[in-house]
């Protein structure tokens, strides 16, 4: 047997060896390309990639439409540097605090939310975030208000320090690589097919026998703590966290990134949150715009491809093959 | 092996179950005819869990499963088809049976292995479709299917989920003669492990299949019985008769 | 007690608005099945276009008359233009959409009037007090309470008594039936969405004396106009005028006599009634269970 032959009768070995061959070089050209700046850009990108990668699982996969999710992310970021700048504890230590609060906090909030379906999970997704958002504004001898709260240095990794941009970068990267190798894993397990299928029809779901309401609580838990851990890592590269990681907008933007890109598909919030981040940082260099420019993103993407990019590619595909 | 006592509802003033009682013996093919109305999908509705009567006591296997959510019902054997298509659109004809099987036999919450691995409930999947012959589609997604092949895949999912009782809300509905002769022909290839409560209009359907039948007329039985002794029964004859169908 | 009879009536005040945006916002869901995420910036719109036609003629009253008009036209165009091809689709994209066209609104208004924190006069004559059994009310705050309760009556009124009202509750009730009988859902569900944006307008004129003229009071008002609908019950007309009023009674009494939670106060309103009720007070399972 050929290679050629190996790879057209085997598409998965040929994704893994394309991905073999071209990772080192994906991952490791913008430490040779880019510095300072542009270094900063990819690494805010990986981090808001895995948030979208996060809200993936539950909205792709779980059908769950949630526009709340900054609130795991903003937990997870305040708790990371609450913990380590009051306590004078490690970050490593905030990290992990901050990973917890935000699953504890998913627990909590989601057993709330997957009591309901359609626009009352959508209701009440937002008004939990909402009111964290409020929290964090109001509990200012805590979160220092709209202000936000600040102080956090970056710490050591295996003696190499985090504070410089290559390796926080190298750090992201690989935070990323890791929740995508879990999300691969739990996406082709049986619960990443029973959480598939509690998306299709709930109902059946409950007459073979399946706790649907417990299933989606546990998707929506570990999502929450990913969206947690990105929050973390978010406080590391940023050492501040005001409510706007808490609000609205924000979570509005993590819902556009995984849309944009392609929900139900490992890679597409990737790509969403790579496009939409890499646009707003192009345009906001040149234009105050920038509010115009995401809604007719907004827009365009509900008019022209609401499968996302990915899909969108998809489609394209299928059509030339036919051809 | 199922037993309803008294089972009543009422939606407002329309009481759909009337002080419903019957009894599913193991192994019996028992079948609920009457007109249109007579409230059989409601009452398979409170028997499967998806309503909650508002009086009386149902059981399975002598347990009481009354006030019991749908999956725990599920869980202790029993298992149904609906007439109108819930089933998992965006997947295929393969996926939606071993999602069954997994609900009896699997690790709902297993996410460290990929599905594949699960060797015992592909293989009662794989089971569960060829009983039913339903190997030429295997592969193809459900939103896809023709009407008579979604009602083949209804009792497959349900098969898989190895029942002891199964619940089948008009099987036969809509299917072509040959697709009608051919669910006959797998329904009587069930093993006798497995009880069957049925809803059915055709009747060559009923007398072919059912060693039990009960007649619901507006909510109420007015006769349960023997096929024979049911077909001979004046007041049935005076229902069928009267309100043809 | 004058105190307290002050807060009353401005939590009064804050219901009134609260429903004259929720109210549209209502039944846009009833009628088109779509969660209106711009519906604060047509409240903000309102404002905005009243600031420059006060600004040009000098009357708040001609501002009211005309500021709702280029409002509804741009929303029925919005509905025409984006929404109409989205009903067959997923509450998902509808929200997207809608919630682009905020962005949108905001990032034009910005342009056009820049940042505002503009507020508007309140027309002469209704500037000083009014003594009502030995309190002074300010009477600009009475009449707005006049205004919205007459309203609110008159929505009531065209919804009960006219065709048209009785068209859009069939529309709201099943819309596949009403086209069946032959009804033209399609406009019907223009008019609504324009006259829903109108009223938003409408209501951010009025507020403008109170609330002030500016961008970002549209997500302000949008979020407890959202919870007013999800305790009221989406489509509920009736819904909303209860649920505007707990929240306006609410949020302001809960501001002046326990500041410290008043804020979450709103917000665990809400998360109690949707587990209680899932589909609010008001609001009809759409599943028909």
């Known amino acids: 047997m050929t290679t050629a032959t190996f790879f057209t009768k085997w598409p998965a070995a040929r994704g893994f060896a394309f991905v073999a061959v071209l990772l080192p070089f994906v991952v490791l050209s913008p430490l040779a390309l880019l510095s300072g700046y542009g270094l900063d850009v990819i690494t805010e990108i990986m981090i808001f990639a895995i948030v979208a990668v996060s809200l993936n699982l539950i909205l792709g996969y779980g059908g769950m439409v949630s526009f709340g999710h900054a609130a795991f992310f903003g937990l997870g970021a305040y708790a990371t540097v609450l913990i380590s700048t009051r306590y004078d504890v490690s970050p490593w230590l905030g990290l992990a605090g901050g990973v917890a609060t935000a699953t504890v906090a998913a627990v909590v909030i989601g057993a709330f939310c997957v009591r309901l379906g359609g626009v009352g999970f959508f209701m009440m997704s937002l008004a939990f975030a909402q009111l964290l958002n409020s929290g964090a504004i109001k509990w200012r001898p805590l979160t220092g208000g709209s202000d936000g709260v600040g102080g956090l240095l970056r710490p050591d990794l295996f003696g190499f320090d985090l504070a410089d941009a290559d390796v926080m970068y190298l750090f992201t990267a690989a935070c990323l690589a890791g929740a995508l190798l879990f999300m691969r894993m739990v996406i082709a397990s049986p619960f990443g097919h029973v959480l598939v299928g509690t998306r299709e029809s709930s109902l059946r779901m409950q007459a073979i026998g399946y706790q649907t309401r417990h299933i989606r609580l546990a998707a929506f838990a570990l999502s929450g703590a990913i969206a947690g851990l990105s929050g973390g890592v978010y406080a590391f590269y940023n050492g501040f966290v005001s409510p706007d990681a808490l609000s609205f907008g924000t979570s509005g933007m993590i819902l556009l990134m995984v849309i944009l890109g392609g929900k139900g598909s490992l890679l597409g919030p990737v790509l969403g949150a790579g496009l939409f981040l890499s646009v707003k940082n192009v345009v906001s260099t040149h234009t105050s715009h920038w509010l115009l420019i995401v809604g007719c993103i907004f827009v365009a993407c509900v008019m022209v491809c609401p499968e996302g990019i990915l899909g969108f590619a998809k489609k394209l595909s299928r059509s030339g093959e036919r051809r | ?245 | ?289």
């Open chain 3, 1 to 289: 007690m004058d105190l307290f009879l002050t807060q009353l009536l401005n939590g009064l005040v804050y219901g009134v608005l609260l429903f004259l945006v929720s109210a549209g916002l209502a039944l846009i869901f009833g009628l088109l099945g779509i969660v209106n995420l711009a519906h604060g910036s047509f409240f903000m719109l309102g404002g905005f276009v009243a600031l420059s036609v006060t600004a040009a003629t000098g009357s708040f009253w001609l501002a009211m008359l005309l500021a709702p008009i280029p409002v509804m036209a741009l929303a029925g165009l919005i509905e025409v233009a984006f929404l109409r091809r989205l009903y067959a689709r997923s509450q998902l994209d509808q929200v997207l959409l809608t919630f682009g066209l905020s962005f949108i609104l905001t990032d034009v208004t910005e342009t056009i009037w820049g940042k505002g924190l503009s507020s508007l006069q309140e027309p002469r004559g209704l500037r000083e007090g009014v003594e009502i059994l030995g309190n002074v009310f300010p009477a600009y705050r009475l009449a707005l309470l006049a205004f919205g309760f007459i309203c609110a009556f008159a929505i009531w009124l065209v919804l009960e008594r006219t065709r048209a009202g009785s068209m859009v509750r069939a529309g709201v009730d099943d819309a596949r039936t009403a086209m069946g009988i032959g009804l033209n859902v399609p406009a019907l569900r223009t008019a609504t969405f324009a006259i829903g944006g109108g009223l938003a307008a409408l209501a951010g004129v009025v507020a403008g004396p109170l609330l002030g003229v500016f961008s970002g009071i549209d997500v302000e008002v949008l979020i407890p106009a959202f919870i007013v609908v999800a305790i009221g019950g989406l489509g509920s007309l009736r819904g909303a005028l209860i649920g505007s009023l707990v929240i306006g009674f609410a949020d302001t009494l809960g501001k002046a006599y326990i500041p410290g939670v008043s804020m979450f106060l709103i917000y665990f309103a809400m998360i109690g009634i949707l587990l209680v009720r899932p589909h609010g007070l008001f609001g009809q399972d759409p599943s028909g269970g």
């Open chain 2, 1 to 245: 092996m199922l037993r309803l006592e008294n089972v009543s509802k009422a939606f407002g003033s329309l009481v759909v179950s009337n002080a419903v009682t019957l009894d599913v013996t193991p192994g019996q093919r028992h079948t609920i005819i009457g007109p249109n109305g007579a409230g059989k999908t409601t009452l398979i509705n409170q028997i499967g869990g998806q309503l909650s009567p508002d009086r009386g006591k149902i059981f399975l296997h002598g347990r009481e499963i009354t006030r019991l959510s749908a999956p725990l019902r599920a869980q202790a054997g029993l298992a149904r088809t609906f007439q109108k298509n819930t089933l998992f659109q965006a997947l295929s004809v393969f996926e939606n049976v071993r999602l069954g099987a997994q609900a009896a036999h699997g690790r709902t919450y297993d996410m460290f292995r990929s599905w594949r691995n699960d060797t015992r409930v592909l293989g009662l999947a794989e089971q569960a479709i060829e009983q039913m012959n339903l190997g030429r589609i295997a592969a193809q997604p459900v939103g896809k299917l023709s009407y008579g092949d979604l009602r083949q895949v209804e009792v497959a999912v349900a098969l898989a989920t190895s029942p002891t009782v199964l619940l089948l809300d008009e099987p036969t509905s809509g299917l072509s003669p040959s697709e009608t002769a051919r669910m006959i022909d797998v329904l009587h290839a069930l093993p006798r492990e497995i009880s069957i409560l049925m809803i059915e209009h055709d009747m060559e359907v009923v007398f072919s299949i059912a060693d039990h039948i009960t007649v619901l007329y507006y909510g109420e039985v007015i006769a349960s019985g023997a096929p024979r002794a049911v077909a001979d029964d004046p007041r049935v004859q005076e229902v069928y008769l009267g309100a043809p169908q």
